[in-house]
T-cell receptor, first 110, second 114 residues
Framework: DAKTTQPPSMDCAEGRAANLPCNHS???????VYWYRQIHSQGPQYIIH???NNETNEMASLIITEDRKSSTLILPHATLRDTAVYYC???????????FGAGTRLAVHP | DVKVTQSSRYLVKRTGEKVFLECVQD?????MFWYRQDPGLGLRLIYF???????EKGDIPEGYSVSREKKERFSLILESASTNQTSMYLC?????????????FGQGTRLTVV
């Protein structure tokens, strides 16, 4: 699975959009981009994934660049409960390992 | 409701003890994973299993072994616990289908070795 790079920390004001970047310049054509988040003392939780197209669900939007070398997770209206560590992963799925990096610690403040 | 259950939330063991951390999933997933998490280091993969009795080393397998005798159960074994194995341990499972498969995590076991 391709290595991903994320900023170690970010801040966001409550009610504003949080845009979390991820670089995956060595991603291969059959690798999906997954996002998970981990709220303190809990196991990571799946947020969203995508292959080529932009994706949206009830939690977030995922924007993947045309060359697939980077992506952005968007939380459209961040709340205090979105304070967490966010992980971006490139993975083929199947019978393969799932490798996490250090993630981005997002702090949402009033 | 899908579930990954880890046998203990908190565990305290003595140096040199043999420690078993158990994980059970009820989703018939092929893949199961053990991670440890330390402050500032994210989740690091210890071992991975893609089928019964099949396993692969992750990034930090030293000092650990695993057992998967049944599809739903994946055990992490610390043969001789040491203080540097004090950590949060997380188990996860994921289907074997290619592509859009999400992983489900247990709530974690916080192990303290004294």
């Amino acid at each position: 699975d391709a290595k991903t790079t994320q900023p170690p920390s970010m801040d966001c004001a409550e009610g504003r959009a949080a845009n979390l970047p991820c670089n995956h310049s060595t991603i291969s054509g059959n690798e999906y981009v997954y996002w998970y988040r981990q709220i303190h003392s809990q196991g990571p939780q799946y947020i969203i994934h995508g292959l080529k197209n932009n994706e949206t669900n009830e939690m977030a939007s995922l924007i993947i660049t045309e060359d697939r070398k980077s992506s952005t997770l968007i939380l459209p209206h961040a709340t205090l409960r979105d304070t967490a560590v966010y992980y971006c992963i490139a993975s083929r799925g199947g019978y393969n390992k799932l490798i996490f990096g250090a993630g981005t610690r997002l702090a949402v403040h009033p | 409701d899908v579930k990954v259950t880890q046998s203990s939330r908190y565990l305290v063991k003595r140096t040199g003890e043999k420690v078993f951390l158990e994980c059970v999933q009820d989703m018939d997933h092929e893949n199961m994973f053990w991670y440890r998490q330390d402050p500032g280091l994210g989740l690091r993969l210890i071992y991975f299993s893609y089928d019964v009795k099949m396993k692969e080393k992750g990034d930090i397998p030293e000092g650990y072994s695993v057992s998967r005798e049944k599809k739903e159960r994946f055990s992490l074994i610390l043969e001789s616990a040491s203080t540097n194995q004090t950590s949060m341990y997380l188990c996860a499972s994921r289907p074997g289908a290619v592509g859009n498969t999400e992983a489900f995590f247990g709530q974690g076991t916080r192990l303290t070795v004294v």
